[in-house]
Structure formats: structure tokens, C-alpha cells
């Protein structure tokens, strides 16, 4: 779901990261002790091989993914990602996973959404995916109010970029208008079919399924060459392959950037030590405190509140998400300033990294 999202304006230690949670318990809340364990998120974590992965050895890791990136690319996306799915074929497994994310334009003037979007095309164990993204000029969670004066421009601008998209594709996809939103269904309702990020407008994403491992080589281009002539970024996620199948993978580029992305599990004291070793680009994110902000805001719009630590190249910030503003939108910036005890920016997440 998209979230509403600020951040500290300063660099702080972690010992001031530490006395945020200090200052949440005081209030009645219930953060996390530096003793606890947590689930820490490393992400664009460049590394210069394949085996820098060892330095989160002292930790135990899951979810990890070898991001292949490649700034500026201007090639044919039809033979990247053939090239992908040909490797993928001689080392797919049930674990195995295989995506490659290339901007899209859509073609038509919007106003409410950006006209360059994302779509990827993966390989998973028997079935290969095409999954479509949109990007929005402003953050509305569902249950908001804040776009209902242009809700039938929100709707129709949705709507017209997932058309456009489901043409290009030539994929059997109906749109509708139910309960104010825009939905999103096959014609054949035995694809597997899932929809996500939703805002108040309905769906900002969609995933469609398919048997046939090579069924969205050629549309996906078609889509790709709606970028063009611009240069791309571009990149291909890789999760459960051997060292051996990395290799091969990276020899279709051997140029592009290695980044890593997984989960770490460790005491929250260890951040300092989980980003030592990611450093200079890794970031990483802890959650400190969850609560509903009627524990806090008794005569506010209740919402659900995420306060967490983000780590990167030796300092750390104090970020704080929730599924919706529960005060006006003058007063959250000052709000969330005496609740965490510093200077905040609004700061909503990109979509598409």
C-alpha cells in the first residue's frame, strides 16, 4: 500500500536514534529495546563481487537478491531480456526468481500521475510474470479524502494509463469503475491475476501470469520502446542462485552495477555493525515503534504509525510512515516534530527502486 512518509532533516548518532525510542516510551508507547532482535532491511548495498555478500556473515540473512543495475542504457531490451531468461532456464528451481524493470511511457498528457512509468518482466519456477506500475504526482492513502474534488480526473487518468498499457501488451484485461476506484480483471478469470499498491483510487500496479515462459518477451519490448530515444535504467533482480549461476548472469553485462538487497536478522543494537560492513551506499532500515495514533492523537482521525531507524554511510535518521495523515495536513510536519523531538520533511518513498 502506499504510505504517507517523513524524515529527519539532520544526520544524527545512533545513541540519538536510540533516545527517540526513549522518548515514544515516555509517551506510553511500546518501542523496541536495544537488546531486541529485529528484522533489518539492507538495500542498494554496491558491492564490487559477487562473494562481498560474506561481510553479513555474522548475522543470519534471508531474502537476499543481486540487483544488476545499468544507468543510462540505451540497448534492446528483447535480447537483454532474452538473454536473462535463457540462463534462467538452465538454473530455474523452486526457490529461483528472475525480474528485469525498464521505464515505460505512457502516451497520453496526465496531470494527477507521471507520465514515465515501470513495468517488469520475470521468470519464476513453471511461469513467467509481466507486472505494470504507476507512479502518482502525490501520495493519497486509501481512506483519505484529499483528492476527492478531482477524483473523476484521478480516475480517468488511472484508468486511460493502465489502458494503455493492456493495449500495448495486447493482454485480455477489462477496466471498470466500481465504488469509486478503478478495478482491474482478465477476461479469463482462471490467469492468475493480482493487483496492489493501493491508493484511494484503486490499483497502482498490476501482475499478470502466464504458462508460457516466453509470452512477454516480445510485448515487453513493445512497451520498452515507448521510452525511447531516451536512455534507461534498468535492472534485473536475481534471488536463490548459486555463486555459479550469478557468474553466468553477470557475464551478459559484465559492466552493470552489483548491488544487494535482503533482510538481516540481528539485535537492534547491531545496526552500527550491520552498516559498517554495507557502507558507503548501503542503506538500512529497523522498525522502532508501531502504534495507532489514537494512543497519542485521542481526538484525531485514528491511523496506523510506523517510526523507524534508516542507516546510511555512518549516519542515521529517524523516518515515520503511516497509512494516513490523521490531522490536517498543516499540522503532521509539527506533529511528528514534538512526538520524535526533531526537525522532519515530508519524504514519500520512490516507487520504483
Known amino acids: 500500500m502506499r504510505e504517507r512518509r517523513w524524515e529527519t532533516t539532520t544526520p544524527l548518532s545512533f545513541s540519538q536514534a536510540l533516545a ?8 506510553g508507547l511500546k518501542p523496541v529495546s536495544p537488546a531486541s532482535d529485529v528484522i533489518c532491511y539492507v538495500e542498494e548495498w554496491t558491492v564490487g563481487s559477487i562473494e562481498d555478500f560474506d561481510q553479513l556473515a555474522p548475522w543470519a540473512t534471508e531474502d537476499v537478491t543481486l540487483v544488476q543495475v545499468r544507468e543510462q542504457w540505451r540497448g534492446d531490451f ?11 532456464q538452465r538454473h530455474q528451481d523452486i526457490g529461483t526468481y528472475c525480474s528485469i524493470s525498464h521505464p515505460w511511457r505512457i502516451r497520453d498528457v496526465l496531470r494527477l500521475h507521471d507520465q514515465r512509468a515501470m513495468f517488469w518482466i520475470g521468470f519464476r519456477h513453471a511461469h513467467s510474470f509481466i507486472r505494470i506500475r ?46 469509486q476506484a478503478v478495478t482491474l480483471r482478465p477476461s479469463d478469470e482462471s490467469i492468475p491475476f493480482f493487483c496492489s499498491w493501493p491508493d484511494a483510487f484503486g490499483p497502482c500496479q498490476f501482475e499478470y501470469n502466464t504458462s508460457d515462459a ?45 548491488a544487494y538487497r535482503c533482510s538481516v536478522h540481528c539485535p537492534l543494537d547491531d545496526l552500527p555493525e550491520v552498516q559498517e560492513a554495507i557502507r558507503p551506499h548501503g542503506l538500512l532500515y ?15 482521525e485514528d491511523a496506523s ?28 510536519a509539527s506533529w511528528l516534530e514534538r512526538l520524535i523531538g526533531h526537525p522532519v520533511v515530508y519524504a514519500p518513498l520512490p516507487a520504483f527502486v
Open 20 to 27: 527517540v525510542g526513549d522518548r515514544l516510551a515516555a509517551l
Open 78 to 88: 528483447f535480447l537483454l531480456s532474452g538473454a536473462y531468461h535463457t540462463i534462467y
Open 134 to 179: 504507476l507512479q502518482t504526482q502525490d501520495v493519497i492513502t486509501p481512506g483519505e479524502t484529499r483528492g476527492d474534488g478531482d477524483r473523476v480526473r484521478w480516475l480517468d487518468e488511472r484508468r486511460a494509463a493502465f489502458l494503455d498499457a493492456i493495449s500495448i501488451l495486447d493482454l485480455s484485461i477489462e477496466t471498470h469503475v466500481e465504488k
Open 214 to 258: 516466453f509470452e512477454f518477451l516480445v510485448p515487453a519490448s513493445k512497451l520498452a520502446e515507448t521510452f525511447h530515444p531516451e536512455p534507461a535504467g534498468v535492472r534485473a533482480y536475481l534471488t536463490g542462485f548459486s555463486e555459479t549461476a550469478l557468474a553466468e548472469f553477470q557475464g551478459i553485462e559484465p559492466r552493470a552495477r552489483l
Open 286 to 300: 529497523a522498525t522502532l515503534c508501531e502504534f495507532q495514533t489514537k494512543t497519542v492523537l485521542p481526538d484525531a
Open 305 to 332: 504509525a510506523i517510526i523507524g531507524i534508516v542507516g546510511t554511510n555512518g549516519q542515521f535518521k529517524i523516518e515515520a510512515r503511516l497509512n494516513q495523515a490523521p490531522l490536517q495536513e498543516e499540522a503532521m
